[in-house]
């Protein structure tokens, strides 16, 4: 039996009894008002990733041997965050008028939600909320998650 997690708005809860961290869903994935090249979880994703690179460069034999040693249970990080709330109006309409096609691939959606079988797309701010972008429909449009990656790390 799981334990039942509230999840305040803003906060990080640990559940205690699984070492898992949850953030809140409007907190994820761009959340901080400071500028991308700024923000600490993109910073920890590209040293992770550089880290990731340097493993590449050696053996899988002493990849292997590091992995022997090593913990299989990730340390946990607790970070702050300022997070936008957003108007669910906005996501909707953008959603809506989107049609279940990403604006810059053209594809449809990649699947439909279990939940309600809606397409699965994001809507992406064209100009980011962290650089004073209006949450507006006029600043949004709804793309598939390969592209919304793509125009945030591409």
Excluded at 83 to 91: E, K, L, Q, S, Y
Excluded at 115 to 137: K, M, Q, R, W, Y
Aim: net charge positive; aromatic share 6%; glycine share 4%.
């Amino acid at each position: 039996m799981k334990t039942k997690i509230s999840k305040p708005a803003g906060k990080t809860v640990i559940n205690k009894r699984a070492p898992t961290v949850f953030a809140p869903a409007a907190a994820w994935p761009y959340p901080t008002k400071t500028r991308p090249d700024n923000d600490e979880a993109l910073d920890a994703l590209l040293k992770l990733q550089r880290r990731v690179n340097k493993s590449l460069l050696d053996s899988s034999e002493d990849r292997n041997l590091r992995l022997l040693k090593a913990s299989k249970i990730p340390k946990i990080t607790i970070r702050e965050t300022i997070v936008f709330n957003r108007n669910p109006d906005v996501v909707a309409e953008v959603l809506f008028q989107s049609n279940g096609v990403c604006h810059d691939c053209n594809r449809e959606a990649p699947f439909k939600k279990k939940a309600d079988g809606c397409p699965f797309l994001e809507v992406h701010h064209i100009i980011t909320l962290a650089d004073g972008g209006e949450d507006s429909v006029e600043n949004a449009i709804a793309i598939c998650p390969n592209c919304h990656r793509k125009r945030h790390y591409g």
